[in-house]
């Protein structure tokens, strides 16, 4: 089954706790992207990778890193964590950039920092 | 760069009337628009896309979208909602020159009630 797999789904942690959100797609698809979901203001993307070890910022990515070392993979880093990082993380793939509109998503991630 | 604009953060509709969810954009080139659905709970569905050509497009569910160059606007309409419909409901737009960025608006909740 085509899919796309988040991990966990749901994290508490604490402020400055270093953390690791996984992503892996099983579609072979070129083009992954990382956003975050707060009430009011819909998706905002993080980071975005169009292929293997090319990666780019989005528009909110302070506080955030990603790599990009295998297709199917596209993990989110958060070094330091604070409150304001308390959202819903959502990771989405297709073919390629150019196909960025027909993205498959992933469940989501609910991450609480205290 | 892209913007976009939802009106309305909510939308009460009764069973069998027409939903209509507003959607303007801002871009300096010819955009890409989508519509999007979010069930609770769950990540995000592509509803519809306009790329190129005919201007009304159909998507999943009934629903469609016409893009209006002259007005930036693509909203969505369906001609009778089913309570099915109830989920948030979100508008995006790329740009043809600079793939991998997705702009997204604040969503529409909406509400069908009987």
């Known amino acids: 089954e085509a899919q796309v797999t988040q991990n966990p789904r749901y994290l508490i942690t604490v402020t400055g706790k270093k953390l690791t959100v996984t992503c892996s797609q099983n579609m072979n698809h070129e083009y992954m992207s990382w956003y975050r979901q707060d009430p009011g203001l819909g998706l905002r993307q993080i980071y975005y990778?169009?292929?293997?070890?090319?990666?780019d910022k989005g528009d909110v990515p302070e506080g955030y890193k990603v790599s990009r070392k295998e297709k199917r993979n596209f993990p989110l880093i958060l070094e330091s964590p604070s409150p304001n990082q308390t959202s819903l993380y959502f990771c989405?793939?297709?073919?390629?950039?150019?196909?960025?509109?027909?993205?498959?998503f992933g469940p989501g991630t609910r991450l609480t920092v205290l | 760069a892209q913007s976009v604009t939802q009106l309305g953060s909510h939308v009460s509709v009764s069973e069998g009337a027409l939903v209509l969810l507003r959607c303007n954009y801002s871009s300096s080139v010819p955009p890409y628009l989508f519509w999007y659905v979010q069930y609770p709970n769950q990540g995000l569905q592509l509803l519809l896309k306009?790329?190129?050509?005919?201007?009304l497009v159909k998507g999943i569910n009934g629903f469609e979208a016409e893009f209006k160059k002259s007005e930036t606007s693509f909203h969505l309409t369906k001609p009778s909602a089913h309570m099915s419909d109830a989920a948030e409901y979100f508008c995006?737009?790329?740009?043809?020159?600079?793939?991998?960025?997705?702009?997204f608006g604040a969503g529409t909740q909406v509400v069908v009630t009987p």
């Open positions: 306009y790329t190129t050509g005919a201007t």
């Open positions: 989405a793939s297709s073919l390629s950039g150019s196909t960025i509109g027909e993205q498959f």
């Open positions: 995006a737009v790329s740009e043809s020159d600079s793939w991998g960025k997705l702009q």
């Open positions: 990778s169009m292929n293997v070890e090319v990666t």
